[in-house]
């Protein structure tokens, strides 16, 4: 099932809503849905989507979701409305959690997604040695 750019934004709304407020506390840019599909360029092309990030830069504080990636992923695992509102909620929760520890001066959680992201490149050159072996 694919949602519109304007149901995302709908279903992203009202996620954000039920967050406590507090959380956004900082977040002078706010949530942002984009268009964009955004590739992981470690990967190659379809193989990995950048869902959202955290931005701290000189325009302010604010996260971005990519609508692209999620509909790329929802095209190619099938998705139905439960499984759109299960990764978006996720992924803003994931996007919250950065800004919360950079307001702290942590990065526990950017250390982890950097583990797993080597462990997903490990298991992709794994699978790709696996795949020419054949």
């Known amino acids: 099932m694919l949602l519109t750019f304007d149901q ?3 279903v992203l709304d009202d996620l954000a809503d039920a967050f406590p407020p507090v959380l956004f506390d900082g977040l002078n840019g706010g949530v942002n849905l984009l268009e964009d599909t955004v590739p992981d360029p ?3 092309e379809g193989e ?3 869902l ?5 830069d000189l325009l302010g504080k604010y996260i971005n979701l990519y609508y692209g990636s999620f509909a790329a992923l929802a095209k190619s695992e099938d998705w139905d409305a439960d499984t759109w509102v299960d990764e978006l909620r996720t992924t803003l929760a ?3 959690t950065h800004h919360l520890e950079a307001l702290g001066g942590l990065h526990d959680l950017d250390d982890q ?3 797993e992201l080597a462990r997903w490149r490990v298991e992709f050159a794994a699978e790709a040695d696996a795949m020419e072996e054949e």
Not at 52 to 56: L, P, Q, R
């Open 8 to 10: 995302v934004g709908e």
């Open 42 to 44: 470690d990967f190659p």
């Open 48 to 50: 990995m989507y950048i």
């Open 52 to 56: 959202g990030e955290y931005c701290n």
């Open 94 to 96: 994931h996007e919250l």
């Open 113 to 115: 997604d950097a583990e």
